[in-house]
């Protein structure tokens, strides 16, 4: 009895520790099982909601980043992101580069240009030098880059510590890059984060993970089969639940990767750190952006990460066009099985995108000029017509900046659209293409002129603007009524279906192509147009757009369009300082030569200031005369409100940049008055209700009219911070500042000076060619016979002195103004104005 009981007893203490060692196994193989599932990444489902369009506001009025929208179920999520308000950052990237010459740095630029995104860049500080974030209440930057992840971990502590901040705070993501090389260690962790990093490795089969919160444009469940280029990734691994991948691939061969587990786990080589270790939602590429898939998740974490503040949007217009049909030497032209490949690519490419269709550009005079087989590639061509696009090339592919005359080229023109019509050829498109987009820009007005009569042609396109490259910075505009859109690619149709479009309609989302242009094919489709959105205005306010230091653009530049057309020198004013004396004497000069006069604006042609910089360069060149000698001819022209319009200089210096500059300065207390009588004599009401005293003291609750005409009596007259506009942009030796007390006293003495500065010849005589006039008060010009020839009435104007107390009060008002002149005088090394040495002895400055 005492036996069997010792003996249960042994046998039931075996089972307990039977059920213990059971136990003990299955926590172990539960372990096991959330390690290895956490530590080898696989594809997950995909996302429940699809993320928003571009503009930001969903996510915006979510609180800035989106959440996380897929919890992997194997995880417990601690912490969710804070919501943030992203209204209170600037959309600009902050990217932090190696060194401007850094070739990853330059590529991010590259997509950050392409894509119309703002921003910023800076060499990665190490320590201490970190730029300002913030600008009063608002945070500078929506995205911090780094180029080098490194700097980004390795930051000093205060350093580090500010970003992270400012990062948490605005909800400022951060994108960085791991780019191995041969000193990068094998394995190792990324500091301060529960991430470890293998490097240099082969990848192959890249997967994209659907599950992934940031993807966009990047379509899900794709996989690019293959080895992936290099043998220098890096891929990421954590068992931390704020990692998900985004990119997954296999490793090339199964010896060097025991470390990272089974041989066909799929590792993440770019993940998205969901901010749930730190509250900071980042993008770490294992790799830089050259494989293309990584240019698209490029951009989808810009998106994500800013909240689709800075975003590309699902919707592309492309259009393929096929130039030049019909044209080309015998043995050259398409025969009737290039034109059934052109069909079998169309249909093939309307399997990726619906009703795609080539856009055929016919130049009619040459059709049936090729050898018989081509002439039946022609027939071919327009037996199908209705299944092209069709737009005007040009009837006998002539450059349309070598016709000068209009009518000749709308005749041309006509011929084409004669042929079309004859063939049945649709005419309706409003799109035309010139041949090597001659004339589009530069501008040649008549071809212009000649599309709308002719075919009432709306858009074209052109990829001369502003230059050819870097295609990225080329931008459309619009002319005349007429829209120019810049292509990105030409490529030969041979290329066309090549595997980049396929694989490029294929990885991206839901891309509703309205239209295919020639124009294809950047592997991540980042290049490609948007509808009109880069379109400007005005053509050529780009400093680098300038025809004139173009050797291309003078080559396809109408022969009447010479860039000796334009003046070399500009008087620009300020207004009732005597320009128009200074115009009347300096057109006496044999050599110098005004604009025509405007009809609108009279002497002035008021280009750089206003409205009419719009219509661009062939509209301010026909202002001027052929010079009968390029170089001893002075062309010049003067608009008195350009001294103190702020976008003049830059806008002539653009056009202009070895023009000479005459700024006409008197005190300008008189030229307040001046311009308030001015106002008087054209009737102003507000002038006319006001003394000029009141004008000039009136306080900010004055009426607005009134503050408006005080502001444009005195603010010209701040003679100093309106030449400081001009020096930013023209060197202080081609400015010259003429002394307008001195013109009116002594004219011949100031015009040998402008002449000297000048350097114009032969040197005139003006103490022969100018003639006091008792009567007017002024110097006139002196007819044949002694006759004076002076300004008009509304030169010289009588009117009563102004009164002591405003003299007293203006005098004070410009005093600091005065002193500033007086400092940037003496530091170009300028003569001081008489009237500007009176002010100083009359006042007790010092
Ligand atoms: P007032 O009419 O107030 O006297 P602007 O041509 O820039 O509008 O400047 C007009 C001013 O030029 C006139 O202002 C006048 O004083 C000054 N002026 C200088 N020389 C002149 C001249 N030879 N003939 C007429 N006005 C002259």
Known sequence: ???????????????????????????????????????????????????????????????????????PPFTVRQRTVKAVDNSRTEPVVLVFVESIYSQLGQEIVAILESSRFRYHTEIAPSKGDMPTLMERDIARYALVIYENILKYVNLDAWNRDLLDKYCAEFGVGIIGFFKANENSLLSAQLKGFPLFLHSNLGLRDYHINPAAPLLYITKPNEVEQGPLPGDDWTVFQSNHSTYEPVLLALTKSSEALAHLGPHRALHATVVQDLGLHDGIQRVLFGNNISFWLHKLIFVDAIAYLTGKRLCLSLERHLLVDVDDIFVG?????????????????????????????????????????????????????LQHRHEFWWFPHMWSHMQPHLFHNVSVLAEQMRLNMQFAQEHGIPTDMGYAVAPHHSGVYPVHSQLYEAWKSVWGITVTSTEEYPHLRPARHRRGFIHRGIKVKHCHFTVKLDNLIQKNMKESVRFCQEIKIILIHLILIDTALLQLDQKYSNIVKYYW??????????????????????????????????????????????????????????????????????????????????????????????????????????VVPKRAAALLPRAKILALLINPVDRAYSWYQHQRAHQDPVAINHTFHEVVTAGPSASKELLTLQNRSLKPGTYATHLEHWLVHYQARQLHIVDGTLLRSNPALVMDGIQQFLGVTPIFNYTQALVFDEGKGFWCQRLEGG?????????????????????????????????????LLNLLGQALPTWLREELQSTSWS
């Not at 052109?342 to 093939?348: M, P, R």
């Not at 490419?349 to 050898?371: D, E, I, M, R």
């Not at 004076?788 to 103004?817: I, N, Q, V």
């Open 787 to 823: 006759r004076p020839k002076c300004l008009g009435k509304s030169k010289g104007r009588k009117y009563p002195e102004m009164a002591p107390e405003t003299r007293a009060f203006l005098t004070e008002y410009y005093r600091e103004h005065n002193l500033e002149l007086l400092r």
């Open 1 to 71: 009895m005492g036996l069997w009981k010792l003996v249960r007893g042994v046998r039931q203490l075996e089972l307990h520790r039977l059920i213990l060692v059971l136990i003990v196994f299955c926590l172990l193989s539960m372990a096991f099982l959330a390690y290895f599932v956490s530590n080898s990444p696989k594809i997950k489902e995909a996302p429940p909601m699809p993320f928003s369009d571009c503009g930001g506001v969903v996510a915006a009025a979510a609180g800035g980043q989106r959440a996380p929208l897929f919890l």
């Open 329 to 381: 030497k015998e043995g050259t032209r398409m025969k009737v099985t290039d034109v059934k490949a052109l069909l079998s690519t169309q249909n093939k490419l309307q399997t990726l995108v619906p009703n795609f269709t080539f856009n055929l550009g016919f130049s009619g005079k040459f059709y049936h000029a090729g050898t018989e087989e081509e002439d039946e590639g022609d027939d071919m061509l």
């Open 541 to 646: 306010n780009l400093k680098k757009t300038n025809p004139c230091h173009d050797k291309r653009h003078k080559d396809i530049w109408s022969k009447e369009k010479t860039c000796d057309r334009l003046p070399k020198f500009l008087v620009i004013g300020p207004q009732k300082t005597g320009t128009s004396a200074l115009h009347s004497f300096l057109t006496l000069h044999p050599a110098i030569t005004s604009n025509f006069p405007s009809p609108v604006t009279f002497e002035e042609i008021q280009f750089f200031n206003g409205p009419n910089y719009h219509d661009g360069i062939d509209w301010y060149m026909d202002f001027f005369p052929f010079p009968s000698n390029v170089s001893t001819d002075f062309m010049f022209e003067k608009s008195a409100n350009y001294f103190d319009t702020e």
